[in-house]
């Protein structure tokens, strides 16, 4: 890491890191993007228990047992929502008060499929933060607030080691990683930034072996395998071991093996959690979906609904993007923002423009590899549209509902590796992938600067456009 990337980490870590803080402490408790749900999940970790169970033998009800009090905390939040209206820091520090006073230590047990049907691992961060308060006494309000805290503070490391560990676009990729979007996530309870990053490790665990030949194999199988733990969809990024080169293996056979394990290794990880723990979301969510007409639908006309999927990819995407970027709150809707998109293409811009000028003939890879990168990369994106159109969205919908941009920050990052590798190979930009280390240096350093700024300054619109939220 030479000298531009260190400052650049850590001037963009110290801003990422006041901007989380701000949204942890000022955000009013559990309002991000399905955040009630996922304190839930935190919680019952917290409390000592690591795996879900059904409620009333239930098909799909996965949930459990949670202290009393902590539902008690959190129900109003569910209330105040469900009518439209912003929750009220003043009113939820007074009812802490009272739960705290009380002596109840009841459990409930219920249904929270939506996030206890995910991995400890995604929740591991915000649950050692409850954990410790609830060891030393502290109230639920306190309780809360630490669970943030310590997501932001588990996503801030994260972010340093996953950019550390890219042998390449490390600039680029730390521009991603600062997305508003992400920084709010990680200051809530969401299990995004965890789901992103451990992903992101896993194929710079890739790109390590594939340019800088580490012999890296069990760091990568055992990261493939915790992927397999993430988000169902993340699947879709196991054959970036591919990359991979045959020239680390003593011989082709061992190369083979290792690349159909590892995929295979976190696919079946994969489907054996999200197989035993699984649930549909459109009953949930009561979405109007219907998960076994879609199935009837897609084996009835598969090149039919394929068409669909790809016009709607294509029709959806400027939103997504949009919301990739820069979206702040989650509830209720109408307290939520996205930044408008001339900031999403404003920073799109300098992303793709900094992968461009960190080009280097040294880093070029094959023609079969570098191609399996917009495979990847779509290819992920199209996989969360079919599994949304499935599990979720109306059959009779002009598109695929429940897409959220910050589904799709990682199958961005692939592209961005993309373009690098592509001017890095092709002789129409010999200029850019030859020029001299100091023009590049200069013209990243103004990039980097330029979208810190640009990062800063959306986070601050947030703070003016739901002030409301901060009473």
Not at 52 to 65: S, T, Y
Not at 200 to 205: P, V
Not at 251 to 272: D, E, P, Q
Request: hydrophobic fraction near 50%.
């Amino acid at each position: 890491m030479d000298r531009l990337e260190r400052v650049s980490l850590i001037s963009y870590l110290v801003v990422m890191t006041i901007i989380g803080i701000f949204f942890v402490f000022k955000n009013t408790p559990l309002t991000g993007l399905d955040e009630r749900f996922h304190f839930f999940r935190s919680y019952q970790m917290a409390q000592g228990t690591m795996l879900p169970h059904l409620i009333n033998d239930e098909k799909g009800a996965w949930g459990g047992c949670v202290e009393r009090k902590a539902l008690q905390y959190v129900w109003p939040f569910f209330v105040s929502q469900d009518q439209n209206q912003p929750g009220s820091k003043d009113d939820a520090m007074k009812r802490a008060a009272e739960i705290d006073a009380s002596s109840d230590t009841v459990s409930t047990c219920f249904n929270f499929a939506p996030s206890a049907t995910y991995s400890p691992l995604l929740y591991a961060p915000s649950a050692i933060g409850i954990a410790i308060t609830r060891l030393v006494g502290a109230g639920i309000d306190a309780q809360m607030y630490a669970g943030r805290l310590m997501n932001l503070v588990f996503f801030i490391a994260m972010v340093y080691a996953a950019v550390m560990m890219m042998p390449v676009l490390r600039i680029p990729t730390l521009m991603i990683l600062s997305f508003p979007t992400l920084i709010n996530l990680a200051s809530s309870y969401s299990p995004d930034p965890v789901t992103n990053l451990i992903t992101l490790m896993f194929i710079a665990c890739c790109l390590r072996m594939a340019i800088l030949k580490e012999k890296i194999f069990w760091q990568t199988f055992a990261l493939a395998c915790l992927v397999g733990l993430l988000k169902m969809t993340n699947i879709a990024f196991l054959p970036f071991v591919l990359l991979i080169p045959a020239s680390l293996f003593s011989n082709r056979n061992k190369w083979l093996t290792y690349m159909a394990s590892s995929i295979v290794a976190g696919c079946v990880v994969a489907l054996a959690w999200n197989g035993y723990y699984s649930w549909v979301p459109s009953e949930f969510w009561h979405s109007g979906g219907n998960i076994e007409a879609a199935k009837a639908a897609l084996i009835d006309s598969p090149i039919g609904i394929s068409l669909f999927i790809i016009k709607s990819v294509i029709i959806q995407t400027p939103d997504m993007f949009k919301g990739m970027f820069a979206t702040f709150g989650g509830g209720p809707q109408l307290y939520s923002f996205t930044a408008d998109g001339f900031y999403c293409l404003l920073s799109v811009s300098i992303i793709t423009a900094s992968a461009i000028v960190s080009a280097d003939k040294n880093n070029a890879i094959n023609a079969a590899r570098l191609y399996l990168l917009p495979i990847l990369g779509i290819g992920s994106v199209v996989l969360v549209f079919l599994a949304l159109w499935m599990g979720f969205s109306p059959l009779g919908l002009g598109g695929v509902a429940g897409v959220q941009g910050r589904y799709f920050i990682i199958s961005f990052l692939t592209m961005m590796l993309f373009i690098m590798f592509f001017v890095s190979v092709s002789k129409y930009f010999d200029v850019i992938s030859g020029s001299t280390s100091s023009i590049k240096r200069d013209v990243l350093a103004l990039l980097a600067l330029s979208n810190l700024v640009l990062i800063a300054n959306v986070s601050y619109m947030s703070i003016e456009r739901y002030i409301t939220l901060y009473k």
